[in-house]
């Protein structure tokens, strides 16, 4: 099966006043039609620049993809034209992000918001575009669509108001759906709501979601195969149940020995056990790094490690590694 | 033997309205808490936006005056003491935010800053403050001479370390604490949390842990009083908490939760639809029967009590 979308060496860049960023460096995945992508790892791991990279919203006063690219529907989105992109984004590839009420426009309604990129995207009427806005609505059940349909973004609680940016995002039945951090500023009663109802709506309409988080419960709960990220590369890859159940590279072993669990009483004894720390910091983006970029705090390092940067080896089952010393 | 004692404590902000701008209701952000914090133990509060879990913080460091209830530190009744009075018991409890950056001055050191308590308090100045301050630094895990640095020369979770030093530097009895990992990644996370723990095993310290996080919350506290719109739906050892929850509240709290094992997928679901109702109208009765799945007529008028259901576990349900 081809893929939908097929990113290849992806470096994106940033230039600050300390110097060149490299946000992404190196980075390959694709998305098959009608999967779910995670894309996990820490602050600056250069994820979401990822993301912003695939609908080209990388500023470009500042960054720019430096090389690479981005295949979609016989296009390459690296150097498609401004043009091309803008009749792509919200149409075939759609993104939603962590804070809804920053995305929403305060002085317009929910239904003019989506019924607006409707009628840009598709050849309908103000009036279809409304009713598809309310259908929409519906969709991502928000109860009484007659009447919110007509309110502002004020108006609504978070929750409601991340429904209406996946009504908005799938108004006019994407590819691939983007979502950055969709739940990470809600409560989790309504994170659950939220991650229930992309899950569901995604088995609907078939959309692709590319879900990018620091959160490896959602990505457990959620996603089929999942990325992770650290200093701007990928070093792992793996279908979700092979990735928790074997974890291959030591970053993602060491970060998933760190989080305190909330599903395994580990308190045999009466005492409180140590989490694992992962020493040391993320290394700076701003000078080349020379070999493995979490040589610096790995326990495994060795000589190569340090030299070399490490290929991306087949562990099988669709599971790769970038890794020296990691052991399939 | 306990070192804070709440007892029915009450916080209302007032809502102003109207050509005249009176007063025409209050948002009841704590409805009625009480809670014990023992020596080397941890409390933790847990709940979601808006029940009332930091202004519980923020009243018993009596940065906020209780609108009634009384809270006792150590022996000391300090409802109602005035600021002056409440000085020197200022250094038995301390705090730590979610956010140390906010609260430290730029253009001070990070020595000065950690510093600043001792010489308040009179405790310590000139080269003694200094050495205590080293001191600190090092129990914090941070190297002395980074005394010399400026906050913005630090790291997230290196900022969290100076936030923890500076609360330290007077010896507290307890330290509420904010929200102090939320925003740390989870490596770093890991550092502090386990750093929290050594200190109070060391020092006695007891903790209020305010967070929203179940997994957080499972790892560091003893006891964990579960808040839903002001007022405490649950309370018990953290064991029995996540093994027998009773309200069913706790109940969708932890269904809810995401857990990083790909097999309980198929387990969760969102077992509790709608949103948090606001707290400037709360619904009458038990707060939480707009989104209850076993509420009965009965939960919509009569507020239930918290009740000892077994030793140490209390509810607050008219059906459990």
């Known amino acids: 099966m081809t893929a939908l979308l097929e990113v290849r060496d992806l470096c994106t860049q940033f230039s600050t006043l300390d110097g060149v960023v490299r946000a992404v460096d190196g980075v390959s995945f694709d998305v098959a039609r009608g999967e779910t992508l995670g894309i996990v790892g820490e602050s600056g791991c250069g994820k979401s620049v990822t993301a912003l990279s695939i609908l080209r919203l990388i500023p470009p006063e500042t960054g720019r993809i430096a090389s690479g690219s981005i295949h979609f529907e016989g296009n390459d989105l690296a150097t498609l034209g401004e043009r091309e992109m803008k009749?792509?984004?919200?149409?075939?590839?759609?993104m939603i992000f962590q804070e809804p009420m920053t995305s929403l426009n305060p002085v317009l309604t929910v239904g003019t918001q989506i019924a607006e990129n409707v009628v840009r995207h598709l050849d309908v009427s103000w009036k279809q575009a409304r009713e598809r806005a309310r259908e929409m609505l519906d969709l991502v059940r928000i109860a009484d669509s007659r009447r919110r349909i007509d309110e502002y973004p004020h108006q609504l609680s978070g929750g409601m108001r991340q429904r209406v940016m996946i009504a908005m995002a799938l108004s006019c039945d994407p590819q691939v759906l983007i979502a950055d951090e969709p739940t990470t500023?809600?409560?989790?009663?309504?994170?659950?709501?939220?991650?229930?109802?992309?899950?569901?709506?995604?088995?609907k309409t078939g959309t692709a979601i590319v879900l990018i988080t620091h959160d490896l419960g959602v990505v457990a709960e959620t996603a089929e195969r999942v990325v992770v990220m650290y200093a701007g590369r990928k070093v792992e890859e793996a279908p979700v149940d092979a990735l928790f159940e074997r974890p291959l590279h030591p970053y993602t072993r060491g970060l998933m020995a760190a989080i305190p669990r909330l599903d395994v009483d580990a308190e045999s004894d009466g005492r409180r056990p140590r989490l694992q720390e992962i020493p040391g910091l993320v290394p700076r983006l701003t000078q080349p790094i020379v070999g493995c970029a979490f040589a610096s705090r790995c326990g495994l390092a060795t000589d190569r490690c340090r030299t070399t940067a490490p290929p991306v080896v087949d562990a099988g089952g669709g599971h790769t590694v970038a890794c020296w010393e990691a052991r399939p | 033997m306990s070192v804070l004692e709440v007892s029915d404590l009450v916080k209302h902000f007032p809502i102003y309205g109207g050509l005249l701008q009176r007063q025409v209701g209050a948002v009841r952000a704590v409805d009625c808490v009480s809670f014990t914090i023992a020596r080397g133990e941890t409390l933790g509060l847990v709940g979601e936006s808006g029940c009332g879990k930091s202004t519980i913080g923020k009243t018993v460091l009596k940065l906020m005056e209780p609108t009634s209830g009384k809270i006792v530190l150590g022996g000391t009744d300090i409802t109602a003491l005035k600021p002056a009075a409440m000085w020197p018991h200022r250094k038995r409890i301390q705090t730590i935010f979610q956010d140390p950056y906010s609260s430290m001055n730029p253009r001070l050191s990070a020595g000065t800053i950690v510093g600043e308590p001792l010489e308040n308090f009179g405790i310590a100045k000139g080269r003694e403050r200094d050495e205590r301050v080293a001191r600190l630094f090092e129990r914090v895990g941070l190297r002395p001479d980074a005394m010399r640095k400026y906050a913005h020369e630090f790291s997230g979770g290196q900022r969290q370390r100076l936030g923890i030093a500076k609360a330290?530097?007077?010896?507290?009895?307890?330290i509420v604490?904010?929200?102090?990992?939320?925003?740390?990644?989870v490596s770093v996370q890991a550092q502090v949390l386990n750093l929290l723990i050594d200190l109070q095993e060391e020092l006695g310290l007891a903790y209020l842990f305010i967070s929203h996080d179940l997994a957080v919350m499972r790892h560091i506290s003893h006891r964990i009083a579960v808040m839903y719109l002001g007022r405490i739906v649950e309370l018990t050892d953290k064991r029995t908490l996540f093994s027998t929850p009773l309200h069913p509240y706790t109940e969708a709290l932890l269904s809810a939760a995401t857990a990083p094992d790909p097999k309980r997928r198929r387990k969760r679901r969102a077992t509790v639809q709608g949103d948090v109702p606001s707290p400037a109208n709360p619904p009458p009765g038990c707060h939480f029967h707009t989104r209850c799945p076993y509420a009965k007529a009965e939960c919509k008028v009569t507020s239930p009590p918290l009740r000892e259901v077994a030793p140490g576990h209390h509810v607050a349900c008219l059906l459990r």
């Open chain 1, 87 to 94: 009749r792509l984004r919200g149409h075939r590839i759609s």
């Open chain 1, 185 to 203: 500023a809600l409560d989790v009663t309504i994170q659950a709501q939220i991650l229930d109802l992309m899950l569901e709506l995604k088995e």
């Open chain 2, 168 to 174: 330290l530097s007077v010896s507290p009895d307890v």
């Open chain 2, 177 to 185: 604490a904010d929200e102090p990992v939320s925003a740390l990644d």
